[in-house]
DNA sequence: CTGTTAGCGCTTTCAG
DNA sequence: CTGAAAGCGCTAACAG
């Protein structure tokens, strides 16, 4: 049909004729048969958005913000987005959706250490890209915030306003951002030759319960910590109560800084210092990617590390002079 | 293909035979093609999910929780999920999904009054369910929360606490919900002979930060109100929020309750009194119904009204005897 | 510039 | 119980 051509902005169509075609879609309300297009043309318009394994993710807003403007960044391409959680069956084998040609390609968040599942996508060849996550193998894009930048300048910032006894409260060590805060916490302290205190380590899931887990695991200890980094916004908070039902206060006791920005940071009380991350950016950066590896048959990499922004707030002050 | 017939589970095949296929589907790890699937069978295994137009609903961790639970509802019946946020223009035509032929059905939250999108998916005959909305529609099904119960108790409670100043504070008002709980709240004042003062209702719009305004409207009065109720947990933390740092005391000063029991509402000073939305019953009724919609080609309606279960902390004090 | 032919990978329907 | 034929709605390649 000529109709084809016309919806496909096919130039060879004389202009009278792709007026009537226009004109006889809009009245008939057609649109084109997405799976017929897709079994041929081997482009489904649409991709996989594959959330993390751990089943509290959703209930951060992080998340869904992410969601959003993933939604966003894509719909300038016409692509829908499938949206599956990691954790139930599904999840297992990650190659399903693109084996059953359900969509062109995989976003895939926050991705764990040694991530089995990434290998298939590797070795399959599909295109994908992750997010808040790292990967060597071939094909494998991603798109990550420099987790050692962060935690080197809370490390300096804190230990600036004199503190030298600094907590840390890590995400769940499975999941590769938790682990490189980890490590970025021991280096930083290392370069600025401050004792490495295992005790001071607390190891928390992302979670706000965690978060208040942490600071009864402080608080147990002969000395409490005078400044706490907290891998997330969430754990970050549940420290909060949890120091406010133990008459310890923020920040003239112990300094609390987060990560992420999350918009409850501004209603907690002291509000939080932390750094945003710069979601719109990681989020857009993810799907020019995946476009590009979907264009484009060779198996390219595409990398890029985004840089989290200061928000200042109340929740630091200068250690006391002892 | 005699595979075809393994694949759908046809009894009609030799016990032998389904092995070996099974067998090599195993080895060659065959996925059908679900696009050649869509286009004869007339069924995608995939269902949109439309989010509502108001940008700041992705940062609640509440519509998280909801697509999460949607996920976990309609994983069974191995239906996958489309996410499209209702805001930009794939939007404005919500019928487009289905007409493209990528959706078997859609599931709409938390629609508008009068949403004229509606319409067209009614006269369309697409089967879809609203959460978190009401429609009178000709084959639109939803299941929604009985709001007016939520305020009814919630205006009982602060009563007999002797509380007789309520301020309300409403959600975005062109969203159903928002607005029959401002109804239920004129109701439940008037059942109770208690006086109906325009200056304590205060029209909100979700966000953490109109709770925020939402005080200091109050708090600009001649007289503060003793209790207050806000359309949602949100923006009572906003309200908190506000509240503390003009010194006055929750719940000495002022009762306050919220709705919907976010993770948040556990981690505030003080803890928050709320309802909880059952959101797994929500997306589980949800998705039977629009599974039932999708399979009778007849536009049967279904519904529910599901009873949200309150969650009693600290945000709420008897009144002062003055 | 427009129409015809063929085939994408499946699931019918109808024969064997 | 298994195979062969036809067609879902589209687009690519070729004619006209």
């Known amino acids: 049909m000529t109709v084809s051509r016309v919806v496909n902005g096919d130039p060879r169509v004389k202009a009278s004729t792709r007026e009537r075609v226009q004109q006889a879609i809009e009245e008939l ?4 048969n997405a799976a017929a297009r897709a079994l041929n043309s081997k482009r489904t318009m649409t991709v996989g958005l594959i959330l993390p394994k751990i089943d509290y993710v959703l209930s951060e807003p992080y998340f869904s913000q ?3 403007q993933i939604e966003q960044a894509i719909s300038p391409y016409n692509y829908d987005i499938l949206v599956v959680s990691g954790l139930h069956q599904n999840g297992k084998d990650l190659t399903r959706l693109y084996k059953q040609k359900k969509v062109d390609g995989l976003i895939i968040v926050g991705s764990e250490i040694n991530d089995q599942r990434l290998i298939a996508i590797s070795d399959n060849r599909i295109p994908a890209v992750l997010i808040h996550g790292r990967s060597e193998l071939p094909g494998l894009s991603f798109v990550d915030v420099d987790n050692y930048k962060i935690i080197e300048f809370f490390v300096n910032h804190l230990s600036s306003l004199g503190h030298r006894r600094l907590g840390f409260i890590t995400g769940d060590l499975t999941v590769v951002n938790a682990y490189h805060r980890l490590q970025a916490y021991k280096k930083a302290l290392k370069d600025r030759s401050l004792p490495l205190d295992k005790t001071l380590i607390c190891t928390g899931n992302w979670s706000a319960g965690s978060g208040y887990d942490a600071f009864l695991h402080f608080y147990g200890l002969s000395e409490l910590p005078t400044a706490v980094i907290s891998s997330n916004d969430h754990m970050a908070i549940g420290f909060l109560k949890a120091a406010n039902e133990h008459q310890i206060a923020i920040p003239q006791d112990i300094s609390l800084v987060g990560i992420d920005d999350i918009e409850m940071a501004q ?9 945003r991350q710069p ?8 799907v020019d990617f995946l476009m590009e590896s979907i264009k484009s048959e060779a198996s390219e990499r595409f990398s890029s590390i985004l840089e989290a922004e200061l928000v200042l707030r109340n929740s630091c002050a200068p250690a006391r002079s002892s």
Chains 1, 2 share one sequence.
């Open 29 to 32: 309300h057609y649109y084109p």
């Open 66 to 68: 992410l969601i959003y």
């Open 267 to 275: 209603f907690t009380v002291p509000t939080l210092t932390t750094m």
């Open 279 to 286: 979601m719109e950016a990681l989020a857009s950066q993810a």
